[in-house]
């Protein structure tokens, strides 16, 4: 199995380091030939206005696009925005998405409160991934300037919230997106996760299909 990690910018040496130390290939991608022969591809933390202008300005976006509307596709913080169909408060002039993923984040949902924190939450898509001590699935998570998912559509798996039930990690079919960094925790459940969706997807199992795991009473409206 290979991974694709876009490359323009962010933190995309630590999903290689952890995808290596769970024996994947990978690639960087910074042109669309890199994205040829991937089972799966990754967008890393870091400034998604930045990134998605690097992926405009090296005709990057629609390969993108198609790439993610066929393949495994994750999303960390910037890399979730870059999914999201829509974002608010995005910086003056916009920014491009890649826009499949049918969920609206707000880029800087924490940020006059607090820029940065780490929570241990409970993730029970990671149970089956769980060490016998940690029957809960709890993942300590790294938040660094945040988005926070604001809105879902109605295919969307809610896969952690926040104590308050602000919703932070989300999986649509083959997208999966977190608003925090399993890249710079000391875990690797989230990019095992993320594996075997790639591997149901590489078997044409039913992870690439959207399921109906969605309207779960998590639909929440978006603010004015
Ligand atoms: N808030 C940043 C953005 O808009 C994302 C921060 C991060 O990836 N740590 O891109």
């Known amino acids: 199995m290979k991974i694709g990690v876009l490359a323009l910018q962010g933190d995309f040496r630590e999903h290689i380091h952890k995808l290596r130390q769970l024996g994947v290939e990978t690639a960087e991608v910074r042109l669309p030939d890199d994205l040829v022969g991937l089972d799966g591809l990754i967008l890393p933390g870091g400034e998604s206005t930045t990134m998605g202008k690097l992926a405009a300005a090296f005709d990057l976006l629609e390969p993108l696009r198609a790439f993610s509307r066929e393949h495994p596709v994750w999303g960390t913080c910037a890399g979730m925005i870059l999914l999201a169909r829509e974002a608010l408060h995005q910086k003056r002039g916009g920014q491009p998405l890649i826009g499949v993923l049918d969920i609206v984040v707000d880029r800087n949902y924490f940020g006059r409160q607090v820029d940065s924190f780490e929570i241990d939450l409970p993730v029970p898509a990671l ?15 790294v938040f660094i300037r945040a988005p926070a998912v604001v809105a ?21 079919g083959h997208l999966l997106a977190t608003a925090f960094h399993p890249e710079l925790s000391n875990d690797l459940r989230f990019h095992r996760y993320f594996l075997a969706m790639a591997a149901g997807a590489a078997l044409g199992g039913a992870d690439r299909v959207t399921t109906a795991a969605g309207g779960n009473g998590h639909r929440v409206a978006v603010p004015t």
């Open 127 to 141: 149970a089956n991934l769980t060490s016998p001590g940690d029957p809960e699935g709890s993942f300590h998570a």
């Open 152 to 172: 879902v559509g109605p295919n969307v798996e809610v896969l952690a919230t926040l104590p308050d039930g602000t919703i932070v990690a989300v999986r649509q």
